[in-house]
DNA sequence: CCTGTCACATACGATATGTATGCCACTTGA
DNA sequence: TCAAGTGGCATACATATCGTATGTGACAGG
């Protein structure tokens, strides 16, 4: 086994899983690479030569959080035997693993601000682009009106998320899911042929 | 007059002005303050005395685009005559109005990053208070179904503002924006009570 | 006319990013 | 096995920015 390789690799998930520490309790603009290379065990020097800028080291973060929750989202919405009812299940689960506080700081208010529109980032693009195929096929099916399925997925993706960060930051958060999934499913259903 | 009052007033709609140049064309993060307040005629000084720091000069930047936003949207949903389609113009305003870069980079990526969720800011907070009454009375008019106000309001604004972003950023913004205003009006009308 | 206050300017210190350079371990080829 | 070279990472430096602490000049009030 080629040790050079494998050691480069270590560092690589080091440096990410200090930098997801960092960036998720002091955030982004406040995150000191010194500190985070420490942590690590290394220096600046490591973190310039895998990731190029500090940029770069965000945009590892996010995509490694957004890839766990497209996987979660997309077990969760297989898992349920209707297509429709798989679609809305992903958009409940896209809703609570925002809540966690991680995901909200790094991916939903620092990731935009960095890293420009999410649409565009690979990881989200590859969601939407699951979300939109669901769609297309609920169309063909008859149960969705002819909507276009890019926008039609990047709404209720968009929705979710900023959903998530209403809620976490709502004076009773437990309270405020239920009512907020059962708004969202709603919402949704607007697409739906027959109410 | 007191030319001392006004004097000060003036020199913070100058910072104000220079500061949403600068904060619309480098983004926040990457604009200086003495680059800033030098474009006014000013020195950082009189930025800290009047802002207190460089959030506090973006918090009042977001506040008066936010506020024109706002006030857009609520005279174009006023000019509908039913206030059903006025909610769905207040959204399509919102849409537009974003589709500005200024709106874009200072108040959906920036702001966010620096202040926090935006439903905490007051002027967010004005606006979907303004849109949940709208949501309120529609359902005391039996043309809505009994949703969460809040909840509802904060998923069409939050819509609203996603797809703004996403059209912007697609590669013919200018056929996006019906398709998507298309969608964003299906979407609302889940709320119904007859579709 | 004199004095005090206040809005703003100036000077300073701390800290963070990005780059350029150097070093040592590991790989590679004979 | 050995020697040369590559490259991953550490170190040192230059630059720039923020926030604070202090100074100053002009306006307001008596």
Chains 1, 2 share one sequence.
Request: hydrophobic share 45%; charged share 20%; proline share 4%.
């Amino acid at each position: 086994m080629s040790t050079r390789l494998t050691k480069m690799a270590e560092n690589r998930e080091k440096l990410i899983a200090s930098a997801r520490r960092a960036f998720a309790q002091q955030g982004y603009a406040a995150a000191s690479m010194d500190s985070l290379t420490a942590e690590a065990g290394l220096t600046r020097g490591a973190l310039y030569h895998n990731f190029g800028d500090k940029r770069g080291l965000l945009a590892a973060v996010v995509d490694q959080i957004d890839s766990e929750m497209a996987a979660y989202a997309k077990s969760v919405g297989a898992r349920a035997g209707d297509t429709w009812l798989g679609l809305l299940a992903e958009g409940a689960a896209y809703i609570e693993k925002a809540l966690d506080p991680e995901v909200r700081r790094i991916v939903l208010l620092d990731g935009p601000s960095v890293l420009g529109d999410p649409s565009q980032w690979p990881s989200q693009n590859k969601c939407l682009q699951s979300t939109r195929n669901t769609i297309e096929q609920l169309i063909k099916d008859g149960t969705l009106k002819p909507v276009d399925p890019e926008a039609a997925a990047m709404l209720l993706n968009g929705a979710a998320l900023n959903a998530a960060l209403w809620i976490a930051s709502s004076a009773n958060p437990q309270a405020m899911l239920p009512k907020t999934l059962e708004a969202f499913n709603l919402l949704a259903s607007g697409f739906l042929v027959k109410g």
